[in-house]
């Protein structure tokens, strides 16, 4: 990604974290991460994520989710010795649509298909206050609804620069350009 598209959605992430009551220290605002997964289609499939803490033993973030933006379909794998992490998802503002293994088809779901490879669609709706907790090695993706949402996640340390993705043409860690 463009420095100057790295700028632009960390300005259209901004309010949401506003609408949901999340205050972010200038340095915060400054090192977002804007996720966009090598396929420079942020809009549709990406993040916009602050992480406050990630040491050995845990994890906390916020992220927000552009109206219908996609978090491609991952799991997150054992690294360095220690199980895949761990994660609870915490629905903040918006709703929250997460897909995980089991029942559930393609045609019954809450939001468009994304323009990823996807293989799963057990569906939960996360409303603000609720939220849900991913085993490690689960498959899973999630995008937001119609008013986008926010997203605070607490887990386990975070190695997310080794999960495995489905769509072989995913890259995590983002390159920036001038």
Request: with cysteine.
């Amino acid at each position: 990604m463009k420095k100057s598209e790295i700028i632009t959605q960390r300005e259209k992430a901004l309010p949401y974290y506003e609408k949901a009551g999340i205050v972010l220290t200038n340095e915060e605002k400054e090192n977002m991460e804007i996720a966009d997964f090598g396929l420079g289609m942020v809009d549709r499939v990406g993040l916009q994520l602050v992480v406050y803490v990630n040491t050995d033993r845990v994890c906390a973030k916020e992220m927000v989710l552009l109206p219908h933006q996609v978090c491609p379909e991952h799991r997150h794998v054992p690294t360095g010795g220690a199980e895949g992490k761990e994660e609870t998802f915490r629905c903040r503002y918006g709703r929250v649509y997460l897909y995980t293994d089991g029942d559930g088809d393609a045609e019954n779901i809450g939001v468009p298909l994304p323009k990823t490879k996807v293989t799963v669609f057990h569906e939960t709706v996360l409303d603000p206050g609720e939220q849900f907790t991913i085993m490690p090695g689960t498959l899973h993706w999630f995008a937001a609804g119609d008013e986008g949402a926010v997203i605070s996640e607490f887990s386990t340390h975070s190695t997310d620069e080794t999960d495995y993705f489905t769509d072989p043409g995913i890259v995590r860690i983002p390159k920036t350009e001038d």
